[in-house]
């Protein structure tokens, strides 16, 4: 319970100390830094980094239709997956302006919805892994929610460990699969 009221208290301060409309990054495909690297080299999580502010906008998609925006690999609404620490629920620093930004394109676009699909590793009981992806999907529902998206466009649901990115048996396996992921309504 500690966890989730620290968590919203960070929530409620970001959200109070923002003065400007958040504009989404570009990614930044030149440094991989997510501990969820596939085989390949390349990130699966579609964060590397951070990312140039100003390039594309997360609202309307900067003169494209909302739906280009989203699958546009350039635009930062393209990336849909949200990776935690072991046994946590906290969301990384790394990912709050994904967040931000799909919650710009959801408060432009009041139609959109979105289902947040909660995950997590193989450890622990299905029991405890269920209660786990369920509160990593309402963490990143709660900064949503506080950024502006109404609590009707969101659903979450949590797949536990019934659904993992890799069936390795390693630590790197494992954070692949400790994951939110962003579904839009019609994908």
């Known amino acids: 319970m500690n966890k989730l009221l620290a968590a919203a208290f960070v929530a409620l301060f970001l959200a109070g100390c923002q003065t400007d409309p958040v504009q989404a990054p570009v990614e930044d495909k030149s440094a991989t830094t997510d501990p969820a ?15 140039v502010g100003g390039a594309s906008n997360a609202g309307a998609g900067a003169g494209r239709s909302g739906a280009s925006a989203l699958k546009d690999p350039n635009n930062i609404l393209s990336q849909r997956e949200i990776f935690f620490e072991y046994d946590s629920f906290v969301v990384p620093e790394k990912y709050k302006r994904l967040i931000e930004a799909q919650a710009n394109y959801l408060t432009a676009n009041r139609n959109a919805k979105v289902t947040l699909h909660g995950h997590a590793d193989e ?25 502006g998206v109404q609590e009707i466009q969101i659903e979450t649901v949590s797949f536990g460990e ?13 954070a692949e699969n400790r994951r939110v992921d962003i579904v839009h309504a019609g994908e």
């Open 162 to 174: 019934e659904k993992p990115k890799n069936l390795g048996h390693d630590e790197a396996s494992w």
């Open 37 to 51: 690297t596939s085989a390949s080299g390349t990130s699966t999580s579609g964060m590397a980094g951070g990312g």
């Open 123 to 147: 450890r622990g009981s299905r029991e405890y892994n269920i209660a786990l992806g369920q509160k990593r999907s309402d963490a990143v529902k709660q900064m949503m929610t506080l950024l």
